[in-house]
């Protein structure tokens, strides 16, 4: 144990802890080196540690072969220059990100805490225990050093420090550098720094031109209080969601419809009941969901809603109408896509000008923003496409009826119906469909009180209903999942923004935009995304889903689980996607396979078929555009909540650590309700846990 040098000796006060280098004086900071005291000196041993778990196959070689002819010099310049050691092996860690050296220093202390010397420890802890100032010094890197604080129980740390730009490492040490060996000579810092990057904007002043009044208070609990809300897609995923919340949030709202059609024998009553027993809703008082919550059996896809004169009249007094229904399917049938996404959202239309003076909340998506490239604000052109041209929404609503009708062939019907988004601009027939609606509420809904609300990729909860709850096989659970297989090279542009967004933050919102609606204060649109003030852009989104695979298969056993750990997914150019990945090894198989027609080659052409498949199906949103979605509006209804109320209803994504949340929350919860139903394992497998 060593005392750093820079502690004045004063005369006069009581001495009390004594150390290899001398008394130090009451209340000194007390500095325990890592290395030789609880430890062996061993940073290079680290450095092939991080570098033979680099991100990507070539990296680990390069970086490895660097670290093993960079390590025999590091004593020898410790030597002459302490730090000269340092930055040298050091340099091999130039393009980690932030993320991984985090996550693979924790993964080191793992390694290492079996062979820390017990004695050592035992006496540090008594120092603690006794109140003694202790910082934990050492020459190795913060990523290694303060989860071991951490286990130790150690607040306080000083160590070297990389420099990171945009979250990637440059190589240097930041100063003041600790070398090998040596006293401490400079001041040390009074706490532990975070282990992950924290992206939070949540500080940053929001600045809006706006005509109208934004400092008017807007209480959810006194605008939703006696309200009877009507809630179309209630069994959906969001649909779940956000009704556990309002029964959380507003216990004395009024009532809450849910209009259900019956499916698969089962009618509206039986249905209700499978939303009750959700997992979604297990924190949600019983008697509380009987009291509020009624159950109406109709159709979106009819007329009507396929109501009872009578029940249609008793919900044309309701205050609010929300269609969170949807169909999600990219490429579906024509048919079904016009029905669920088209012709519903005009029934709920039709139904709402009925009504006596409800406002009206449609669920859509950012991406009916179609090509559209760079910002994307929250405004309504019904008369433009995403290609810019001119564009009469009753006109494509009738071509596209008369194309359903006339092609009898459903795969003819999609061909043609992904023919034509693609003119307008539109990536495939979902987006047509969902920017269709969109351009048609608009027009005939003008007079109407009424937003649209576009979430992004709707994703795994971080809070409510409770820590990673998901369900089905959503966006992006079939592309995650193929990122923990074998699967090595994803076309995809790094810097290109992944907009995620976790399924809480959406309802958190949609209640927000619900009050301004009740209130009359609200916009025509609204975007709930996180691709402008908390950007994740695919390279990072990638090397997360890579370590929390990593974190999943470490703890398993077998040649399989092993094979997983080697093998991570690189971004890469489409060019070298198709001169190396799945096109090119499906046509050397199929080349095999006219030479040897085996069943296990078969097999493995019907699987990189079905991989470049979904490549194909997902390029729109990962390679072919580069867009970031503002979310100014929801951002005024939350400025305008009351303090007692923003932990309730509070809407900020800036406080989203994406690090934490792909491998602690968003893969382990895709992992346990999402990826049993892509392996074919039943529904009730999947939620077996619950």
Partial sequence: MRVGRRIPQVQGQEWRVESASGPVPQGADIHWRVEGDLAPPDVVRQALFFAGRAHGMRARAVRTLAAAVAGPFVPLLDAANPRAGRRLIHAVLRGFSRDRLAFLGEE????????????????????LDAGDPIVLTSSWLEHVVVPLGRRLGVA??????????????????????????????????AATRPTRARSSCSD??????????????????????????????????????WLANLLRGVPDIGRIWLLIRPRHGCDAGARLDQVRTSPALREVDPDLFDQKVAVVQGDLAQPGLALEPAVRERLQSV???????????????????LAVNVDAALHVLDFVRGCSGAALLHLSTC???????????????????????????????????????????????????????????????????????EALLATRGHDLPMAI?????????????????????NTSAPLSYLLGTPFRQLPTREQKRLDVIPVDLVTRGMTLIAAALVRRVHHRCYQLATSDKN??????????????????????????????????TVPVSRRRYRAFSAPRQKALVRGLRR????????????????????????????????????????????????????????????????????IDIHIPALRRWAYPLIEGQPKTAAQSEA
Avoid at 213 to 222: H, P
Avoid at 321 to 332: D, I, K, R, Y
Avoid at 536 to 550: K, P, Q, Y
Wanted: charged share 30%; proline share 6%; hydrophobic share 40%.
């Fill in 108 to 127: 080191y202390v793992e390694r290492l805490w079996p062979t820390l010397r017990p004695a050592a420890v035992a006496r540090l802890r008594r120092g």
């Fill in 204 to 241: 940053r002043p929001i600045v809006v031109f706006h005509d109208r009044q934004s400092d008017a208070r807007l209480s959810v609990q006194q605008t939703l209080r006696g309200r009877e809300i009507l809630l179309l897609g209630g069994t959906g995923f969001i649909g779940k969601v």
């Fill in 453 to 473: 609300v576009r979430p992004s990729i709707v994703e795994t909860s971080t809070q409510e209903p409770f820590r990673g709850w998901n369900e089905g096989v």
């Fill in 367 to 437: 991406f009916a923003a179609g090509r559209r490239n760079g910002r994307v604000d929250e405004t309504l052109s019904p008369r433009e496409t995403p290609a810019d041209r001119a564009f009469d929404p009753e006109h494509e609503y009738a071509a596209l009826h008369e194309l359903a009708r006339s092609v009898d062939v459903a795969r003819e019907r999609r061909a043609q119906a992904s023919a034509r988004a693609a003119i307008h601009g539109w990536p495939n027939t979902y987006t047509l469909t969902k920017g269709l609606a």
């Fill in 535 to 568: 950007p994740c852009d695919m390279r990072r989104s990638i090397e997360l889903t890579a370590l929390a695979h990593r974190k999943h298969y470490r703890k398993q056993i077998g040649l399989q689980a092993w094979l997983r750990l080697s093998f991570e």
């Fill in 595 to 662: 030479v040897l027609p085996l069943r296990v080659l078969r097999r493995a052409e019907r699987s990189l078929d079905r991989v470049e498949k979904l490549i194909e199906l997902y390029a729109p949103f990962i390679y072919d555009t580069d867009q970031f979605f503002t979310a100014d509006h929801v951002r005024l209804l939350n400025a305008a909540l009351p303090p007692e109320e923003r932990a309730d209803f509070g809407y900020d994504e800036g406080r989203i650590d994406w690090s934490e949340y792909w």
């Fill in 156 to 189: 306080r740390i000083a160590c070297n420090r990389l420099e990171f730009r945009d979250g990637i490492a440059t190589g240097r040490l930041l100063d003041p550098v600790v070398g090998g060996r040596g006293p401490v000579r400079w001041p040390i810092a």
């Fill in 319 to 337: 205050d609010l109408v929300v269609n969170s229904a949807g169909l999600t399917e990219f490429n579906p049938d024509l048919r079904l896509a």
